[in-house]
């Protein structure tokens, strides 16, 4: 586990890289609880949190999706509860963070490496790189996905990536909101770099707050959206710590 799930610190910037090449970067339940242990640890003193992965694929998806299970009848609900409670506290994680985390996707995202991949707060894309839901085609209701998709994505892409199953590309997957910057392939290690380094130069405490209030305003009515923005900014920018 230790050397499919690396960490990197550079400073007060934390990067996550799952090397998992050869099998896509499925992640397996072992994986991701490991995951989600060290964002947890570490985001609350991280200015920002790197996820990616190595080689070709972002990742296709859980490890045990499309590979069929044991025999015998299906397992108590009670009993699954855990093990569905393994990803959505992956996704709890991220959304959590109080440091912002940006995912880099350099190709095929399907399934968990799609919900992973929209759940970065900033999501930068290879050209290259795609994205599916394929849960149905497995006899699988993707609520679990589509929890990550709910804030992310307007109601009718959510619904179109379900039913219909298809892979799309990363255009069409900037316009539903998944990805917020698309480059070049060759690109891609320059324009996190370039996005790194600007976040670095920005107080970090204004860094973490554009998450808190980004987070905590969605889906208040205007007028508490509108109070809590007036709040944050007078607390913030009047920080010693904006002039540090």
Do not use: W
């Amino acid at each position: 586990m230790a050397d499919i799930l690396q960490q990197h610190t550079d400073g007060d910037v934390v990067t996550f890289t799952i090397d998992n090449a050869g099998d896509g970067n499925r992640l397996s339940d072992e994986v991701v609880i490991d995951l989600t242990r060290r964002v947890n640890e570490v985001s609350g003193d991280a200015r920002a949190i790197i996820f990616r992965t190595a080689g070709d694929d972002f990742c296709l998806g859980r490890a045990t999706m499309g590979r069929g299970g044991r025999g015998g009848p299906p397992p108590e609900a009670l009993d699954m509860k855990g093990g569905f409670d393994v990803v959505f506290d992956a996704y709890a994680a991220f959304r959590d963070s109080p440091a912002p985390v940006v995912c880099v996707v350099q190709g095929g995202a399907y399934g968990l490496g799609c919900a992973l991949a929209a759940l970065g707060d900033i999501t930068i894309a290879s050209d290259r790189a795609d994205f599916q839901v394929p849960e149905m085609q497995h006899n699988i209701m993707p609520t679990m996905v589509m929890s990550a998709l709910i804030d992310r994505l307007p109601r009718k892409a959510s619904m179109y990536l379900t039913y219909s199953t298809d892979k799309i590309d990363a255009a069409t997957a900037q316009a539903f909101g998944i990805v917020q910057k698309i480059v070049p392939h060759a690109e891609l290690d320059d324009a996190l770099d370039a996005l790194i380094a600007q976040m670095k130069s920005e107080p970090v405490v204004a860094v973490r707050a554009v998450k808190e209030f980004a987070s905590n305003a969605h889906g208040r009515d205007m007028a508490s959206a509108v109070a809590f923005a007036k709040n944050i900014h007078a607390v913030i920018n009047s920080s010693s710590k904006m002039r540090e």
